[in-house]
């Protein structure tokens, strides 16, 4: 299983492992997890210490399209079966299988959310709007964006709302997310009302540089349901994120590779869907709390315990 970091969002170590790690001890086969930390040098480094120690099947989480193809064509050269696991390669001839989500149908949820979280907030029109999309190297952020500009480009084209800017964060980079942030609300004197916010980690750069110029928190959308987001829409600091059902993604993949491990049929394996949800302030405890994959423990920390019930 090769991860592709642990900046750019705090799901591959704090959930993806977690859920691999359970999946493959159920099966009882051997594995191992590696994590290339941004570089794609050393994932395809990682991907061949895989193959020379015997791996059959490669689950990956590409660091950029060029690069997961290159890992494509080692695997095949060495009959190693590959799944692109969460992001798509699009280059070359493409992996064995791919599991995901309908990503743009999570896109669609962060621009609904957006829409609803302006509403509430009573804004007036024209509402001055920022795009923060994720890395442009990652075809999940293109998925993302048709999602969420299908939802709000009525918005735009009616008058309501005033796009002031919109960017890409490459790689992700939350710290990069930050400076370029920064920059959009230096260009627009402060005034931005509202923002999109293409993962969980994109909104932490936005609260912060909201906080650093001293400035009210505004709308703004997450993905990934991490600890930090939950915590960010407890507090009123951020509007909403989409909690993604990766336990089941994770298991899904997990039981595809272990049947090409073992030569088994995989056609009832690759078929069916997981629905993703909406999470605002108002339903954490009937989503991600009842589902198990958050705990109040490990969100009401520090000053996010004020929050919590």
Known sequence: MLLPDSASS???E???RRFFEGAFEAAG????IVNAEGSAQTQLTQAEQAITNGA???LMVNLDSASGAAIIELARANGVAIIDYDRLTIEGPGADFYVSFDNESVGRLQGEGLVAAVEAAGLEAPVNVAVLNGS???NNATLFKNGYESVITAQFDSGAWVRVADQSVPDWDNQQALVIFEQMLTDAAGDIDAAVAANDGLAGSVIAALQN???????????DATVGGIQNILAGRQSMTVYKAIKAEAEAAAALAVA???GEDTASLVTGAVNKVSVTKDNIAETVIADGFRTWEEICVGE??????
Do not use: M, N, S
Not at 29 to 32: A, H, L, R, S
Not at 213 to 223: D, K, Y
Not at 304 to 309: G, H, I, L, M, S
């Open 10 to 12: 705090a799901r591959w």
């Open 56 to 58: 059959k099947v490669i």
């Open 260 to 262: 090409l491990l073992k």
């Open 136 to 138: 442009p190297t990652d």
């Open 304 to 309: 996010f315990a004020q929050y919590c019930p």
């Open 29 to 32: 086969v051997e594995y191992t």
């Open 14 to 16: 704090a959930d993806d």
């Open 213 to 223: 110029q001293g400035l009210p928190f505004i709308p703004v959308t997450g993905q």
